[in-house]
């Protein structure tokens, strides 16, 4: 069903306006599967920090609503005139501004796409149906596993044990679990909407039905208490619905904040449906020409006939780290277990369901995995990975290529493979103290809350002493697609230590790397990884670690001091407000980091590199902020005083 509504809310506070125009539109979306609302809401919700305005689109997120018009409808610039749908798709919004003598609110165009569906609440897709016999299916299924349990002498046997083993847990799935076409349900805009609460919402609207028929006072009072029955009912049904949802992924990070913000901040979901205007190969194209082309900029900059990024001397660890060591069957056991069960389409089988039947696949997992530590060398079956674009932020247009990041999803078994070597990596790097000091990224007990106490405590206790600083918050583009793989084989071994096979099994891992897009169920053509690590990955943010290592030192040459947290890096200076001139100490550091960073395939993003000035309210401030350039950083002056 399709429903229509205009609105106009005159001008003014009418604070019951959002109250009743929350119980309005919930009671539509739940009535109709299509709702078009237009009208002159006088609410300026082009302003964050109008309050109005704010509790408005909080109201429209909570249920699922989208707000269309993002410039001015008014002649005094003010987005007033709205457009809000829910289950219809809008695009081609123009805003006309007519002449003054007509109105002083701006014409509005929009087209509208209404796709007719038999059922709107669920679809069919393939997929499989397992249920909790199925782990008995697969086991016994299972033929004798005894032709993985030998350690492979060469890396041609790796591969083909590797291959053999995803080949017959494939085949075996298909037996057990075949694919077939199943219907899906959506989710629901409004999940928290119970029996109870229908049942409240029948008996209020049988309330209003008798009241406005018969128009008895005795009708209208009890209309009234049953909307109020209602409303609270559905509020509380909301708080338990989230409060049992935060609980339930209290140990989800990612989930957690998603939701927070979203009911917090005003942001949707990242969840948007993927432009059907663009194919899996034009997304693969885009992410590759995007590297190539901040490649080539870089090789642009760099100083013809030079390449720089050996100079930088560290000294090498004492201890050398020669070969990875063996695991037995309890640490794979454990590894598995306690890792999410996330499932990408390259995985032979369901990530849960390998779990389950793990007692009885364990011994050619443990086989594979010790092989691969003991060559040095890891199959191609895990160097393959499959790219989902995410869009960058939900207010974004997603018809646009530029607007979505790549990210890589790898087989599971590929991931596990990783901890292990991640775990005994780690542990070389803290017993011989290379970490960097100041990098929070991706290590035990570091983290943004860390760098953000670090860093926000040294300035306030410079702003007590009254002195000025200079907060630098270098950005990078795409920084960890572009990192070049022979630079970072030479710090593994010279700035890290690693040598032997441990060195040919992260040679291994960084090349004949390749990766394809999957989207609307549609695969590309498969690209080689030239250069970066694979985002998604358990290792990437480590090696970028160690990648990034030399950018301490240079730093620290020049007396400024600085945190990281993996790619962002904020550099800050301190002095008395007559001795700026300490101030030149900055300058001459981020021409150093943009040197090297240029040579090793880095690009520092001037446009979005910010400069603060942050210090007591002084004509000092002032003047700086006047004369102050840093490689065309752009400079924001915040004063907080004594």
Known sequence: MFVLATVYRPPGHHTDFIKEFADFTSELVLAADKVLIVGDFNIHVDNEKDVLGSAFIDILNSIGVRQHISGPTHCRNHTLDLILSHGIDVDGVEIMQPSDDISDHYLVLCKLHIAKTVNSTSCYKYGRTITSTTKDSFVSNLPDVSQFLSISKTSEQLDDVTETMDSLFSSILNTVAPLHLRKVKENSLTPWCNEHTRTLKRAARKMEHSWRKIKLEVFRIAWRESNLSYRKALKTAKSDYFSSLLEENKHNPRYLFNTVAKLTKNKASTSVDISQHHSSNDFMNYFTSKVDTIRDKIVTMQPSGTVSHQTVHYRSPEEQFHSFSTIG????????????????????????????????????????????????????????????????????????????????????????????????????????????????????????????????????????????????????????NTIDHTILLHRLEHFVGINGSALAWFKSYLYDRHQFVAVNEEVSYRSQVQYGVPQGSVLGPLLFTLYMLPLGDIIRKHGVSFHCYADDTQLYISSRPGETYQFEKLKECIVDIKNWMTSNFLLLNSEKTEVLIIGPKSSACNDLERCLSLDGCSVNSSSSGN
């Not at 040095?376 to 290529?401: M, N």
């Not at 005994?424 to 990098?439: A, M, P, R, T, V």
């Open 329 to 480: 069957e309890e640490e794979l056991y454990k590894l598995v277990k306690s890792s999410k069960p996330t499932t990408c389409m390259l995985d032979p089988i369901p990530s849960k369901l390998l779990k389950e039947v793990l007692p009885e696949v364990i011994d050619p997992l443990l086989t594979i995995i010790n092989s691969s530590l003991l060559l040095g060398y890891v199959p191609k079956t895990f160097k393959l990975a499959v790219i989902k674009p995410l869009i960058k932020k939900p207010q974004l247009d997603p018809k646009e290529l530029v607007n979505y990041r790549p990210i890589s999803n790898l087989p599971f078994l590929s991931k596990i493979l990783e901890k292990v070597v991640s775990s005994q990596l780690y542990s070389f790097l803290e017993k011989n103290g290379i970490c960097e000091d100041f990098q929070s990224g991706f290590r035990p007990y570091h983290s943004t809350e860390t760098a953000l106490l670090r860093v926000t405590n040294d300035l306030l206790l410079s702003s007590d002493r009254g002195c000025i600083s200079l907060l630098v918050l270098l950005d990078l583009s795409a920084a960890f």
